[in-house]
């Protein structure tokens, strides 16, 4: 037998026991015993239970419980540490997570080496700075965003008014 002691959401002070002993599950708040229904407190239970714990990437140069440790992200990292490598995946599959920790492995392998992101517009340049300075064990200052802008006039090709 299990058991998990529960605070009243709505009784300051008071704490629900909610046990489960051979898939039976009970609970000590006035909503089971009343009904011997499943109650908010079985489910907060049995949710916390059932959902999975989430686990971070555990590098020398990752900052603590900042990049969640995603198994495909891995396969990419692993293959572009190996060889030159093109990850397509949809928004918000975390490419630039991919690239910062082929990064954080490379700097880590070899100290004193750079690496260049590229990006193709400034907003996402500065947008994967904040992210390496977020994510890596790396100051502001060891961090550089370049970016340039069109030029105008005889240089650039166009003819002057």
Known sequence: MRSWRIPSQTRPGVEYTVKEENGSWSCTC???AYRRTTCKHIVMVQAELLA???RYVNHPLVREDTIEDRKYQRRFVERALEANTLAVL???LGKTVIAELVAAELLHRYPGCRVLLMAPT???????R????KHLRLGEDEVAAV?????EGPMSGETPK
């Not at 400034?122 to 994967?128: E, N, R, T, W, Y």
């Not at 904040?130 to 300075?133: E, L, N, P, R, T």
Request: no cysteine.
């Open 90 to 92: 949809p928004t918000a």
């Open 130 to 133: 904040d992210s390496v300075i």
């Open 147 to 151: 970016t340039g802008r069109r030029l």
């Open 30 to 32: 006035p909503h089971y």
């Open 52 to 54: 999975p714990r989430i």
């Open 122 to 128: 400034k907003p996402l340049v500065l947008q994967h």
